[in-house]
């Protein structure tokens, strides 16, 4: 009886031994540095959602770009995708997909409001962000034009050389540009361009990749090891 138990008792730990190594899986992935190999249960997730989760954490989502079909194509692609990513249910991933979407939704609309004022659509400048000293600026001169615009072009030029190595040099071309028959069109494209949207940028809803995201990733796993690394 004592050895028929003891057989039971070999065969299940056996048997739990197996689903155990079972359910552990590995999962490949690397950064800039180095590939790993992590473990993970495979009844909490998928690979599926650990691919999805890790393109999340990776944040590699840009629209900026000088082309407007081109800002439309990848504004719909990217948001398509994220929305669709399988990731893993945790509130940390949910959070920052919420983060990242609405990032692209306001950088989208400002990029179109930028392509709109180019065609001379300037009022829509006036709606964002008015309450930054420096946004109202910019953009009140663009949506005026005239003396308005120059003295903002001015005032833009004497910021940038504050931090430039070669004032001199922005200020010769201002004053190149002052002088200019196209003066109105250079100075607002200037203004636009470094003054209004550089402005804008700041409010805008930036995610810190700061490399919590790929933290938080690696606690999904039971143990990441590393399987090599370039040499720096």
Known sequence: MSKLF??????LLLTFSWQVNAQEKSFLFEDELCRYEAFYDS???????LNDTFKLAQGYFNIYTEDEQQLDDTYKLS?????????????????LRDSIVQFLDWTYRIKKIEFAARKGKTKDLLKYFQKNSTVKLYSEAL????????????HLTKEQMKNNAAPEVLWNEYVKNSKSGQ??????????????????????????????????????????????????
């Not at 009844?43 to 959602?49: D, G, I, N, R």
């Not at 948001?79 to 959070?95: A, C, D, H, S, W």
């Not at 636009?192 to 990749?209: D, K, Q, R």
């Open 79 to 95: 948001k398509k995708e994220i929305l669709g990513f399988q990731i893993v249910k945790n509130p940390y991933f949910n959070t």
């Open 43 to 49: 009844t909490k997730y998928s690979e599926k959602q």
């Open 183 to 232: 003066a109105q069109q250079l100075a607002f494209e200037q203004v636009l361009s470094y003054g209004w949207w550089n402005a804008v940028n700041h409010e805008l809803p930036h995610i810190n990749m700061d490399g919590s995201q790929m933290e938080e990733f690696q606690k999904l796993f039971s143990r990441v090891e590393t399987i090599d690394c370039d040499e720096i």
């Open 143 to 154: 949506h005026k034009g005239g003396d308005d615009l120059m003295k903002a072009y001015e």
């Open 6 to 11: 003891f057989q039971f008792l070999v065969g």
